[in-house]
């Protein structure tokens, strides 16, 4: 015989029908405002002000070069800064996997889905960074999201840098900390808000590679001040592993800190690596806890093995093949001694990220259309994703574009006769 539950169905009254409701309850569930109705208006007054996010369709993707549209692209936005994300082992090493694993990882970390292409790039990415243990997530929005809520209790302090990414800001919120901003790389800052809040627990947490800016955190003075404060450091270095490091295991490694000096560390793999997810490296601690309590890690499927068997590829090439790293230091030396001989507002900074200070938000949208008709794409970065008066370009070299790519764009902006920054940053 089929199953049959014993239960008695109940029914449920609606709240609008249930009897002698007072009207004034009435009245005011009548006049709650439409969530769908609030954001189609957020959404038109970001229209009208021309600060509207819109997706564009890359149709083919080939090296440096994008295909959008019918139209050729010399790409300068991609964060594929070692040029790896199209290299024919990675490519080889994800369809051998494949053809194993299959495609999906059919289930979270914790059930049944960790397999042992996520078990050996966890060891691999371990013993690039010096750390005992790794632990991969989904995404690096994920990560931050899962680490900052395992780690920290409502109310207790989160000290980040003003510029730090939003995952770091977000995931101070989802842990219900009393977050606590300093400015721009400011360490005596750091030190104030940290002095703020003396007596519980403290993390202090910041971008190794600012990915708007380009430039790197002091992270020698903010290991020394969180040891002396007793608060535990966390770095995001999604912009600076791959690229910075004698084997490019980051901005971390290239400051000489140890596991030590920086308990947490979190880097993506969708970046130079030219893969997708990311990690959280440090002790055995660290790891068994987030494992237990970083609740984007114990609920979310796990990122396919094939993907996992071809990062793992990368990043023996990253930590190999140093040409990439050297090639990528030449160009950026070619672009930045070519921007400062036609007097343009590059902001400071050495690594892949360099970004053209315009100030002006539609300034920075037809300087972007502009290059586009000329057959490049570096897209501008305007507010909210940055202050207002520091709209970009946010222009990324990669080594797998040539110097005469460089020069190229370097001919495009000289014809546009930016000049000078009207903000005055520095070049």
Known sequence: MPWKSSRKPTRCTPASSKPNQPAAVVRAVAARP??????????????????????????????????????????????????????????????????????????????????REHAALEEALAEWTGRERALLFSTGYMANLGVIQALLERGELCVQDKLNHACLLDGAQLAGATLKRYPHADVD????????????????????????????????????????????????????????????AGSVAEA?????????????????????????????????????????????????????AAT??????????????????????RFRTGAAQLGLPLMPSRTAIQPLMLGDAQRALDTSRALEAQGLLAVAIRPPTVPHGQARLRITLSAAHEEAHVDRLLQALESLRLGASPTGAPV
């Open 34 to 115: 439409d969530l769908l109705q609030r954001l189609a208006v957020q959404t038109a007054e970001r229209a009208q002000a021309q600060l509207q996010r819109r997706l564009r369709t890359i149709d083919t993707c080939q090296g440096p070069f994008v295909e959008s549209g019918g139209q050729q692209l010399l790409a300068f936005c991609s964060n594929d800064y070692l040029g790896l994300a199209h290299d024919p082992r990675l490519v080889a090493a994800l369809k051998t996997a494949g053809d194993e694993s299959g495609v999906g990882s059919g289930s979270a970390h914790l059930i049944c889905g960790h397999r």
């Open 189 to 248: 800052a750091a030190a104030r808000q940290l002095h703020s809040n003396a007596d519980g627990c403290a993390l202090l947490a910041t971008d190794g590679v600012f990915s708007m800016d380009g430039d790197i955190a002091p992270l020698r003075e903010l290991a020394a001040l969180c040891a002396s404060e007793r608060t535990s450091l966390m770095v995001d270095d999604a912009h600076g592993l791959g690229v910075l490091g004698e084997d490019g």
């Open 256 to 308: 000489g800190l140890s596991e030590t000096d920086v308990p947490i560390l979190m880097a993506t793999l969708g970046k130079a690596l030219g893969c997708s997810g990311a990690f959280v490296a440090g002790s055995a601690a660290l790891i068994d806890g987030l494992t237990q309590f970083a609740r984007t890690y114990i609920y979310t499927t796990a990122m396919p093995p094939a993907l996992a």
């Open 312 to 333: 793992h590829r990368a990043v023996e090439l990253a930590r190999s093949e140093h040409w990439r790293r050297d090639k990528l230091n030449v160009l950026l030396r």
